[in-house]
């Protein structure tokens, strides 16, 4: 059983910039392949960033360049650095973590274990 709890949302301006947590806690969670998925408002979830231990990262097209994700095995930590954000990013964000998905990292119904969100909000 893996526990993860999201941290760091907010509200930041169009071209600011925003870091989240997700601290997992949990027999052998650093083990668990990790991701960052996000769902807006009346929208479908997505897949956003992913990074495991010798594999990733994966980054969503919409957001390649502006995102950074990363992981602290130490700490059991995931974080998600947000730069130049955009409007269209605002969602509530949700860690996630799994095993033994492969190359499935952005199908969110793979991943067992989720945490309860984090709302960004990104005004114009």
């Known amino acids: 059983q893996v526990q993860l709890v999201e941290s760091g949302g907010g509200l930041a301006q169009a071209g600011g910039s925003l870091r989240l947590s997700c601290a997992a806690s949990?027999?052998?969670?650093?083990?668990?392949?990790m991701a960052w998925f996000r769902q807006g408002s009346e929208k479908e979830r997505e897949f956003v960033a992913t990074?495991?231990?010798?594999?990733?990262?994966y980054y969503a097209n919409s957001v390649k360049g502006r995102f950074t994700i990363s992981r602290d095995y130490n700490k059991n930590t995931m974080y998600l650095q947000m730069n130049s954000l955009k409007p269209e990013d605002t969602a509530a964000y949700y860690c996630a973590a799994a095993r033994g998905i492969g190359s499935s990292w952005a199908d969110g119904d793979k991943y067992n274990y989720w945490g309860q969100g984090t709302q960004v909000t990104v005004s114009s």
């Open positions: 990074v495991s231990w010798g594999d990733g990262p």
């Open positions: 949990g027999r052998a969670s650093g083990s668990y392949a």
